[in-house]
């Protein structure tokens, strides 16, 4: 199961066994969002490199969370998924990443696209913590995956009366704590066993387990190593986002939108330094312990 880094930003250390694509002449174009005619050339560019069998994926800074819709749609291609042979998703976020955006796809928009794919019988966005899905910010949810019954927030701590009232309960799971949200996460997935793929936005830690460029959630590794291990001889492919890096944006829609939703992506080296010293360290036990818990290579499971 070697990891494969999808290098934009220079933020991922060097893994075992790794293999590593250089993408840095795209961060300013893909970097936090895109027009779908880029996103469709950056796609084109990868899939045309990727190895024919590989591991978990290394993304970069939370910025780069939508390339996991063109990773799952890759999933879904190598091991033939269809509307009748389904896969599950599910991501570890403190975000839903399930967000208007008109313009394109961007990190925070993604999780609509994979919802509402016919090889999708679910997603489950697991540790949300963020006011994204509070009273304030219900409008900018899509509503579709969510009604459709495709789509199912899991969070602590935050206001969802308001999914009552819009007739949207059934897609929201709230739970006193992320650690009681982590045990009900994992008994359902133990008690369904399906093929699923994995995704992992280290923003859903809280920030003395891993420092991202975004604001953090409170799960610890200790929860997501349960979710991750009940999910033995399930996943069938997987990635993992939220290294940090620094980085100003040349984009001015770009600026404006990140620094609205309080994201740092400027910061001074030293902090820079310690930070990704840290995030190393998670990454090589998140890819040691997905690992252990995928079924097969991509490229073999058929």
């Not at 996103?39 to 591991?55: D, I, K, M, N, S």
């Not at 839903?96 to 999780?111: A, E, I, K, Q, R």
């Not at 033995?232 to 980085?247: L, P, R």
């Not at 079924?295 to 499971?301: R, T």
Request: proline letters at 4%; one cysteine or more; a negative charge.
């Amino acid at each position: 199961m070697t990891p494969l880094v999808l290098d934009v930003d220079g933020s991922v250390g060097s893994l075992d066994n790794e293999i590593r694509l250089p993408l840095h002449d795209w961060q300013e174009a893909i970097r936090f969002g895109s027009t779908l005619r880029r996103y469709e050339v950056f796609r084109t560019q990868v899939e045309q490199r990727l190895p024919a069998q590989y591991g978990t994926v290394f993304t970069g800074s939370g910025d780069f969370h939508h390339l996991s819709w063109l990773l799952i749609e890759r999933c879904i291609t190598l091991n033939a998924f269809n509307a009748r042979r389904q896969l599950r998703v599910v991501v570890l976020d403190n975000h839903p990443d399930n967000m208007l955006f008109p313009w394109g796809v961007h990190c925070g928009s993604w999780v609509r696209r994979i919802a509402l794919h016919p090889a999708v019988s679910h997603v489950h966005v697991v540790g949300i913590t963020s006011q994204d899905i509070g009273p304030n910010h219900a409008w900018e949810n899509y509503a579709a995956p969510l009604r459709a019954g495709r789509l199912t927030y899991w969070s602590s701590g935050v206001d969802v009366a308001w999914a009552t009232r819009k007739g949207l309960a059934q897609a929201f799971r709230s739970f006193e704590s992320v650690q009681s949200l982590s045990e009900s996460m994992s008994q359902m997935l133990l008690k369904a066993p399906l093929p699923t793929y994995l995704s992992i936005d280290k923003d859903v830690f809280a920030r003395d387990v891993a420092v991202t460029n975004w604001d953090q959630g409170q799960m610890r590794e200790d929860d997501a190593a349960q979710i991750i291990e009940t999910l033995e001889g399930q996943i069938v492919g997987s990635d993992v986002t939220g290294d940090i890096s620094s980085w100003r944006y040349a984009t001015w829609w770009k600026r404006l939108m990140s620094s609205g939703d309080g994201q740092d992506t400027q910061v001074e080296a030293a902090a820079l330094a310690i930070a990704q010293s840290g995030q190393h360290l998670l990454n090589e036990r998140l890819a040691e312990r997905i690992a252990r818990c995928h079924i097969v290579p991509l490229a073999s499971n058929m």
